[in-house]
């Protein structure tokens, strides 16, 4: 069964810190990976997405793959207030549905 | 503007009643899904659908039933034998490729579902 884990967290840090959010998938056919950003009570909003192996940088937001140790991860430079949500990972092989881990929750302290 | 219309965004029902959740889509898109959310879970699919008249379970299809008899339209019915309805549910869509880095899941805004 395809699995995607994350750590639940909160993890918490200060205004201006790095962020930075993992996720592991065990199915080694998954071919592409997306971080979805969701606040309290709201729907989720794609903020990533990568299928290479390497660095992937958008504005404060990078996302990092390493296909062999099936590990992605999400970097959030400069960390504002307004980045406090749940972080949700997705897993997706080939055209198929994703798969999502159970998100991290992101507190930023002024 | 194209999205997805979720109704209602509340909703209270008594143990052992039926009830469906709308979710219409004016995106032209030909895939469709339905996911719910428990407190502190990821989102879990219950069902989705990449063509008219076509649908496949999820990983948690038992209890829940669809059908799609429009391109706009993914009804999901929360039935009796649901052991735990009480949660919160997004439709999404995407084209029937399914999604990707052009064209990601679009999601409706949700219906909370209490049962007592």
């Known amino acids: 069964q395809k699995e995607v884990e994350q750590n639940s967290g909160p993890l918490s840090v200060p205004e201006g810190a790095i962020a930075s959010l993992n996720c592991t998938y065990s199915d080694r056919g998954s071919q592409s990976f997306f971080w979805y950003r969701q606040y309290s009570g709201k729907s989720p909003e794609l903020i990533m997405f990568?299928?290479?192996?390497g660095d992937k940088e958008d504005g404060r937001f990078t996302a990092q793959l390493n296909k062999a140790s099936q590990y992605v991860s999400l970097l959030i430079r400069d960390s504002q207030p307004s980045d406090s949500a749940t972080y949700l990972c997705a897993s997706q092989g080939g055209y198929s549905t994703l798969t999502f881990g159970k998100g991290t929750m992101l507190l930023v302290s002024p | 503007d194209g999205g997805i219309t979720q109704s209602p965004k509340y909703l209270f029902r008594k143990e052992g009643q039926n009830v469906t959740l709308s979710c219409e889509q004016n995106?032209?898109?030909?895939?469709m899904y339905w996911y719910r959310q428990d407190p502190g879970q990821g989102l879990r699919l219950i069902y989705y659908?990449?063509?008219?008249?076509?649908?496949q379970k999820g990983d948690i299809a038992e209890g829940y039933s669809v059908s799609r008899e429009k391109k706009e339209s993914f009804p999901l019915t929360v039935t009796s034998a649901q052991k735990n309805p009480t949660a919160f549910y997004l439709c999404?869509?995407?084209?029937?490729?399914?999604?990707?880095?052009?064209?990601?899941?679009?999601f409706g805004n949700g219906t909370r579902l209490t049962v007592t």
């Open positions: 659908s990449q063509i008219v008249n076509d649908f």
């Open positions: 999404a869509s995407s084209p029937r490729n399914g999604p990707s880095q052009y064209s990601p899941l679009h």
């Open positions: 995106l032209n898109h030909d895939a």
């Open positions: 990568i299928y290479s192996n």
